[in-house]
């Protein structure tokens, strides 16, 4: 039941190991879906070979050393090309850097603060993620301290704040909109998202908003089993020995969430997921500047299981608008986040098309 190329398309093998083989792929091309991570291993020799042969690529990392490390060493070479380099086009980050866009447009007014929320849904059988993403999250924890020097080393231009400022909340808080509790959301949604709202701000001179992300986690025996998991895994990843048996052992350390086979079929056919997004900002002729935040509004984007069915949805739609609306993308070539490439582009009405849906909501709905 699977959909298969049709009869004219071919397959060219190429690897990450040969940079001959990656070449003559990228010269044959105007854009690359890179699917193969984790990215810090595996991500930039394609990076590289598509900025030198002049194709596009477009990748589904949620890993913010690759992204903005890619960002650092390519942004120039990319612009001076006129290529673009892409990241995030997955679950990660597209229904949140998207998300916040989208508010912006619906709300009468200057938006200044989104809070967003996820929640997944699965069925009898639960959910799971391949082991490829646990990795990633052992790796990109063990060297938080370079991505740290990274970011220093790229000298980011401070995002002000416009409007009051958004009060972030604590490692477990209580969310009276959905009567539940919530914890910050581990993914790199706030990082891509501050990206963006950084060259909206110094590229269009739009307003920046403030973004704070978090996911559900359900009642408080929920909270205590996920501290514990959290705990255990912060301390594991700190060490050598211990990320090993993390690698080797993710199905124990993740109670099930994480496997080698990934997801079944009827796991994925039963899961989907909720973004939901409270903003808040000035009416029309009032000054953000001045005075409290006097609007709100509420959107969602909702989709299918997020990993293997919303991501690659995201990820070609992606690829689409960018070969088809060239003439919305930035003006020059450049290592981009999503929302930063797609902002004056259609891709949130395409994504409506295909199963991501963006809406306005009012909170008796939520």
Avoid at 157 to 170: M, S
Wanted: net charge positive; hydrophobic share 35%; glycine share 12%.
């Amino acid at each position: 039941g699977k959909a298969a190329p049709g009869a004219d398309v071919g397959v060219l093998l190429c690897d990450v190991g040969d940079e001959g083989s990656l070449a003559a792929m990228a010269k044959q091309t105007r854009l690359v879906l890179n699917c193969v991570g984790p990215y810090r291993f595996f991500g930039e020799p394609v990076v590289k070979a598509c900025v030198e042969n002049g194709a596009s690529c477009i990748d589904i990392s949620g890993e913010p050393q690759f992204l903005e490390g890619m960002y650092l060493k390519y942004n120039e070479k990319a612009a001076e090309k006129g290529v673009y380099i892409i990241g995030s086009c997955g679950f990660d980050s597209i229904p949140a850097d998207m998300g916040v866009l989208y508010t912006r447009d619906k709300l009468k007014g200057t938006l200044t603060a989104v809070e967003s929320f996820l929640a997944v849904k699965s069925g009898p059988e639960g959910s799971c993620i391949h082991d490829g993403t646990w990795k990633s999250a052992i790796h990109g924890l063990s060297d938080h301290d370079n991505l740290k020097k990274l970011r220093k080393q790229i000298g980011y231009t401070p995002v002000p704040v416009v409007g009051a400022k958004l009060k972030r909340r604590g490692f477990v808080s209580y969310s009276q909109e959905f009567k539940e509790y919530a914890i910050p959301f581990m993914g790199p949604d706030v990082s891509v998202v501050r990206r963006t709202q950084r060259y909206l701000h110094t590229q269009l001179q739009e307003t920046p908003v403030q973004y704070a992300a978090y996911a559900n986690v359900g009642g408080l025996g929920s909270v205590m089993k996920l501290m514990f998991a959290g705990l255990l895994f912060l301390l594991l990843a700190k060490f050598s020995f211990g990320r090993k048996l993390l690698i080797k052992y993710p199905e124990f350390f993740s109670a099930g969430r994480f496997t080698k086979k990934g997801p079944t079929q009827k796991q994925m056919d039963e899961t989907s997921f909720t973004m939901t997004f409270f903003g808040e900002g000035y009416s029309e002729g009032q000054d953000p500047q001045k005075g409290k935040p006097n609007v709100k509004i509420c959107t969602q984007v909702k989709g299918p299981e997020p990993g293997y069915i919303a991501t690659p949805i995201a990820m070609v739609q992606a690829g689409v608008v960018l070969l088809e609306e060239a003439a919305c993308l930035p003006a020059q070539g450049g290592v981009y986040s999503p929302g930063a490439a797609f902002s004056k582009t259609k891709l949130i009405d395409r994504l409506n098309k295909h199963g991501l849906e963006f809406s306005v909501i009012t909170k008796p709905e939520v």
